[in-house]
């Protein structure tokens, strides 16, 4: 019982302090990038598939909306994986026991736009500016309980625009939120 317990704070920590070190070369522009041609249709289903178990556990369900047509994106796959990572395991976090949480994609002029929806307790208007910060937390209650950091979405923000995309919230208290994550698309040649 004892070695479990430490085998689980050693990974707490090892994930705090490589997210430090990924906010702080981010911060500082030192982050390596490596941006490919994704085809999201098949890398979001891959990415939601990582999610299985912790869905079974709160008996939660993914509800999809990805086209087979959409372009390709140019992005970095393994950070591209990280904020999805991040977006997806909030949602899951924040979900109420047997509720649904909605990954969508759809084309928008030089984009594509996923969206990660869930029917959790929504983020106050006035923290919303504010969720983007590190060790910004909206339920300072929740920080021991929920295993997070406060760093998630500050990284998340800084991986998103550091591949050229563009990343928001909509959230109504007692509601849920959606978070919209815009990637550049690949550019043809006429």
Request: aromatic share 6%.
């Amino acid at each position: 019982r004892y070695l479990a317990t430490i085998v689980e704070e050693t990974g707490h920590i090892d994930r705090l302090v490589r997210d430090l070190l990924d906010l702080a070369q981010l911060e500082a522009g030192e982050l390596t990038i490596v941006k490919e041609k994704i085809n999201l249709t098949s890398f979001l289903p891959a990415e939601l598939a990582k999610y299985d178990y912790m869905l079974a556990t709160k008996q939660l369900t993914f509800r999809t909306e990805i086209p087979s047509s959409l372009p390709l994106v140019i992005a970095d796959p393994m950070r591209l994986s990280q904020v999805m990572a991040n977006l997806v395991s909030n949602a899951v976090r924040y979900s109420p026991d047997g509720g649904t949480i909605e990954v969508a994609a759809k084309t928008t002029p030089g984009k594509v736009t996923v969206t990660v929806s869930d029917n959790g307790p929504g983020i106050p208007l006035s923290d919303q500016p504010h969720i983007w910060d590190r060790f910004y937390r909206v339920d300072k209650s929740r920080s021991r309980q929920g295993g997070g950091t406060g760093l998630g979405l500050a990284i998340t923000k800084h991986l998103v625009q550091a591949m050229d995309g563009e990343i928001s919230v909509h959230s109504i208290s007692g509601e849920g939120s959606t978070f919209a994550l815009a990637l550049p698309v690949e550019q043809t040649k006429s």
